[in-house]
């Protein structure tokens, strides 16, 4: 079965090529997080990732596809694992202390590329790749407003402006990527279990008198 | 009077002084927010002031020290405003309140300064005058952290942890130099109390049964 072999390598050395991509894609990540995304040139990104000046463009076109891949590297997982918990038959309280915790795990596990991109995305605006990255931040913000709203339906939440109380729980969430220590004594999860009782206390409706 | 004479013409000079100083600096803090600090050469900011080069230096001496005087440039008026609210003989739901308002006003008439802050402040933390910046950051959170605290023991508040609280505070609001829009349809202090609102009723102590 010469075929079926031929497949098989090609599956391998595809993951492999793929993985030694998202090296590439982590590398440029710190350095553009330490040294912002206009002074970094393609010799920076040929030094920190070790490769040859060709063997980086055999991985990636650019400067802004690396900025692209960045956004991709934690908004791609952290989609996946919000909308298999949107799917789940769960109290909405249950369900936004779930992606509390997987939001907050991203911002730990990808501390450099989220910070490259809450500093850098303005330049990717005016990028025709910008349309998808739109969408993958619109559907995540998504299935926080539909938690916070059906919620709301329910009598379990009570507020009035669903997009600024979306803004209250992300900006509480996010905004640890200034102050996030991933080797500090405070665990990620303890965070979004703190932040989510504070915000459940601050959203949920009085009960009946 | 010729003494008095001049000593008015030096104050009105100096004032003066004081205020191009300023433009600089607001100046500079829009260029650094656009392109990043380490990417904008000083050549950028003679041509993004219209001064000379020597007229540049005039005032101010170099790119480390315009860093260190655009963030004077919004904590100076916020921290002055959060002690003035601290003195006050107020209920500490009222005090947090009127600090967010104080902190929201902040951000949106300094919106480029706080994000070239929150962006490049690394890049201060080996200079000499980080010491400075960070005693009036500390300065800052401590009044929050008081307003907490005096909340807790007069049983108004209920939380564990008084930092993770602050942090929690303090993410909501600051994250708005993300999305915050001076021009756009909701207001500042629209922001302030509808996340203030969100956040007492996070912390209220439950009333007694």
Redesign the interface.
């Known amino acids: 079965m010469p075929e079926k072999k031929a497949e098989g390598k090609t599956a391998r050395s595809r993951e492999r090529y793929e993985q030694r991509r998202q090296e590439v894609v982590d590398t440029a990540a710190k350095v553009f997080a330490?040294?912002?995304?206009?002074?970094t040139t393609v010799d920076d990104l040929v030094a920190a990732t070790g490769l040859q000046r060709g063997g980086l463009y055999h991985y990636i076109d650019g400067k802004m596809e690396l900025l692209i891949a960045i956004h991709e590297r934690f908004i791609e997982p952290l989609l996946s694992e919000a909308r298999e918990i949107a799917e789940r038959d769960e109290p909405p309280e249950t369900q936004l202390r779930s992606v509390a915790h997987a939001l907050m795990g991203d911002i730990a596990s990808y501390r450099d590329q989220v910070t490259v991109f809450?500093?850098?995305w303005?330049i990717i605006e005016s990028d025709p790749a910008w349309k998808a990255i739109r969408k993958a931040r619109k559907e995540f913000e998504q299935i926080i407003t539909d938690i916070l709203e059906r919620g709301r339906e329910e009598g379990t939440f009570a507020?009035t402006?669903s997009r600024?109380?979306l803004?209250?729980w992300?900006?509480?969430?996010?905004?640890?990527y200034?102050?996030f220590d991933p080797e500090g004594r405070?665990q990620a999860p303890h965070?979004a279990d703190?932040?989510t009782?504070?915000?459940?206390?601050?959203?949920?409706a009085a009960p009946p008198a």
């Open positions: 330490e040294r912002g995304f206009h002074a809450l500093h850098e303005r507020f402006d600024l109380t803004l209250a992300l900006g509480m969430i996010n905004y640890s200034q102050w405070t965070v703190y932040f009782d504070i915000f459940l206390s601050g959203v949920r």
